[in-house]
Structures are given as C-alpha cells and as structure tokens.
C-alpha cells in the first residue's frame, strides 16, 4: 500500500491502540522563534515566504552548534499587518526549568539573541505549543490546528502554533515549557484543561508522552509510578538513578517514604509507519514494566 492510500499516520497508532508513555522528544534547551506565514516541509529551510533558506539555515546551524532543540512559531489564526521577531529560550532541566522571551527588529537578528536567554526577559510562563506544521506532515494539520485553536480560546497570549516537534503519530502533539512537558493526542482530551492542570502544578498522564530533558527510559519509569502511586504532581517521581542496557533497564525515583524500584524490558515494536510520509515502516523502541517495588508505603 502507497503512503497516499494508507490510513493517516495517527489512525494507525490510535487503532494498533500504541503506548505514548516514554517517548517525549529530546531537548533540555529549547529555541522557539517566531515565523508568521506558511512554512514549508522544514519551517526554517523551506519557507522562502518567511525567512530566507540561507539565514535559516545559519540559524539552525546555530542553535544545534549549541545543543538547543529549535522550532518555529506563530499565533494561531493572526497575522499582523508588520511581521514580528518575538523569540524564546527555555531551559527544560528538572528543577532549573527557566524561560525567557525578547523580541528583535528583523529575523537576521535572530542570529544575534543570548541563546542563554540573558539578553530577554525572564517569564514565567507557560508557553504552550502545539504542533500544526501540516506541510511537514497532514495529521498535524488536522488535529494540531483543532486543539491549539481550543487552546488559545482559553489561553491566547500562552498559546502558539508550532513546527515539528516529533511524534507526528501522537497527533495532535503539546509542548508545554519551560518544564518540556510533552503530550500527545490532545485534540481527544480536554486540550484547555491540561493547561489549567499546569497552572495547578500538576498532570494528565492518560496523555502525556514525558518530559523532554529526561530519558525515554526515565519517562516511561515515572508514568508507571504514576499510575501504581496515581501522584499527577509535575514534580513528583524525580531521578534518582538509572542504569542498564540495550534489553533492561533499572531506574529508581525519589518518593517517600521511600524510593521507588522500576525495571523496564526494552522491546522493539512490530515495524510501522512514523509519520504519514514515511516510504517504510520500521520499528520503534517501547518499554515494559517488569517490576516496580518500593521502599516504604505510598498513598495509592
């Protein structure tokens, strides 16, 4: 079957009923710029209407130089009559999570901006951001674009849409920093409510996909200590220490009263398709419990 004739990328997943737990996109610093207008399949190389290939890729080039995940953004359903250059640097670490904003005169001056974020203004955010990069892929167009428009209903000044932020068959897919929190399927939850959950401090696991600084593994250990344990505190379950290798993987978490043991089986999924303009399938990493034990008595 052709990649025009299959069902969407999201469809497949949704019906094979696939896990999203532990698979959060990497990223521990984040670079979100302001792009109004049609982006192309890569919103910084192929958006000739927004920004020149030739400075897009310098600033690409740049960002990554500095190990910074880097996505493009614009409001949902504005475009102003002058464009602006509003920008963002989010540090996504456990417990140094921080995010600064600015705003530059022209999108060569993206090529200028503090990527520490010294140079803008700290804020406290959140800033929400939902994939709706439907020349990247179509599912993101579809559902990206309902729940980011359900979204800024709410929360209009917190809330943006976004290029590529991986994931494409977890449709509609939510970052939401500075903490890099990353969910999936949104457009089927209460996409408002889990920002109001945020602004409480606290989580919808049914659709979270993980944590972006922390390793899959990690993501996929905390989602079922949520659910043995049922704390959707964003702060609970941090790392205490993860070893393992290529089949099992060991991690213990902090909980009181005691620590929390979970070990994980790695096992590679059937092949399948990633995103809707996949030519093959092939498969992906996912993890098993095998066993989760504590230390002491936890509130179930």
Known sequence: MTATKRLPCSEQSLA????????????SSWLLLELEGGWGPSAFL????????????????RAEAAGMRIAAIRRHGRRSATPRWRWFVAKAD???????????????????VSLDGSDGAATDGPLVAVCAHGRHDQCCAVRGRSAVSAISAAYPESTWECS?????????????????LCY????SADAAELVRLY??????????????????????????????????????????????????VRVVLAAGPGPIEVVLDVVMSEPLFSQCRAA???????????????TGMHPS
């Open 16 to 27: 094979r009923d696939e896990p999203m737990y532990g698979t959060a996109s990497a990223g």
């Open 46 to 61: 192929e958006s000739p209407g927004s920004i020149e290939p030739d400075l897009g890729r310098a600033i690409v080039r």
């Open 94 to 112: 456990v417990g140094r999570h921080a995010l600064f904003s600015g705003e530059v005169d022209e999108a060569r001056d993206y090529l200028d």
């Open 164 to 180: 590529h932020l991986g994931g494409d068959r977890f449709a509609a897919t939510m970052l939401i920093l500075p903490e890099g």
């Open 184 to 187: 999936g399927r949104v457009d």
């Open 199 to 248: 602004c409480d401090g606290r989580l919808d696991d049914r659709f979270l996909r993980g944590r972006t600084s922390l390793p899959h593994a990690v993501q996929a250990a905390q989602h079922f200590a949520r659910v043995a344990y049922g704390d959707d505190r964003i702060e609970a379950y941090p790392l205490v220490s993860m070893e393992g290798g290529d089949d099992t």
């Open 280 to 294: 093959t399938a092939g498969p992906v990493r996912t993890f098993r419990l095998r066993s989760l034990s504590d």
